[in-house]
C-alpha cells in the first residue's frame, strides 16, 4: 500500500538531546513537508522540499535541521537549540505542482520532554 | 504575511443538527484551498477549491470558495457522532505551501 510512515509513534527524550524522526513515502512524491502541532493549535511549517537535495525553512525553522538525500525519505532532527520541543509532529507529502494538489500525512510522532 | 483564520473555533451540536464552518485567509500567489479532518492523528483530505462559486460535495458534506472576499465554507448537514474531529483549512501559496489554520473543534453529540 502506498503511503507514508512515520516513526516512531512515541518518543521520549531528555533536555540537552538530539533526536531525529523517521519519514518515509513511496508515493512517488516530489514534495514533503514537517509541520508540528500543539495542543489547540493548528499546524506549523517547520521546512519543506521540493525535490531531493533541496529544502527550504519554514515559519518555525529554528532548532530544527532536515536532510534530503533520497526521494522517499525527508528526516527531521529536533536539536537541543529547540527550547519547546514536546508537540505532535507530522511528516506530509504532496506531488507537487505549486499547490495544486492535495497533501498526504503520515500518522505522526508525539515527542515528549522529559 | 501570510494569514489564515477559522471560526468558530470550537462548536458543539447534537445529531441531525447541520454545521457552517469558516474559514478566511489572506495568501500570497494563492493557488487553491484544502480541507482537511483531524480526528486522532493524521488529517485525512477532503475538498480541494481553486475556482470560486463552484461548490463541491461529497455526501453530507460540502464546500465553497469567494476568492474575490477570500474565504470559504464547509457544510456538513444531519450531522452524526462521527462527524467530530477538528477540521482544518489550508490555503496553498505558489510556493509549495500548505498553510494551515488553527481548526475548528467540532463536537456531535448522540
Redesign the interface.
Known amino acids: 500500500d502506498g503511503g507514508i510512515t512515520q516513526s516512531p509513534k512515541y518518543l521520549f527524550r531528555k533536555e540537552g538531546q538530539n533526536v531525529t524522526l523517521s519519514c518515509e513515502q513511496n508515493l512517488n512524491h516530489d ?1 514533503m ?1 514537517w ?1 508540528r502541532q500543539d495542543p ?6 517547520i521546512y ?1 522540499s ?1 525535490i531531493v537535495n533541496d529544502f527550504q525553512k ?1 515559519d518555525i525553522a529554528e532548532g530544527y535541521s532536515v536532510s534530503r538525500e533520497k526521494k522517499e525519505s525527508f528526516p527531521l532532527t529536533v536539536t537541543s537549540a529547540q527550547k519547546n520541543p514536546t508537540a ?1 509532529y ?1 511528516c ?1 507529502s ?1 506531488l ?1 505542482g ?11 510522532t508525539r515527542l515528549t520532554v522529559v | 504575511e501570510d494569514k489564515v483564520v477559522q471560526s468558530p473555533l470550537s462548536l458543539v451540536v447534537h445529531e441531525g443538527d447541520t454545521v457552517t464552518l469558516n474559514c478566511s485567509y489572506e495568501v500570497t500567489n494563492f493557488r487553491s484551498l484544502l480541507w482537511y479532518k483531524q480526528e486522532k492523528k493524521a488529517p485525512t483530505f477532503l475538498f480541494m477549491l481553486t475556482s470560486s462559486g463552484i461548490e463541491k460535495k461529497s455526501g453530507r458534506l460540502s464546500s465553497i470558495l469567494d476568492k474575490k472576499e477570500l474565504f470559504s465554507i464547509l457544510n456538513i448537514t444531519a450531522t452524526q457522532t462521527g462527524d467530530s474531529a477538528v477540521y482544518l483549512c489550508a490555503p496553498t501559496s505558489g510556493t509549495y505551501k500548505y498553510i494551515f489554520g488553527t481548526g475548528t473543534r467540532l463536537k456531535v453529540l448522540a
Open positions: 514534495a513537508y509541520y489547540g493549535q493548528g499546524l506549523r511549517l519543506y521540493q519554514g505532535f507530522l506530509a504532496s507537487g505549486f499547490g495544486d494538489t492535495e497533501a498526504f500525512f503520515g500518522q505522526g
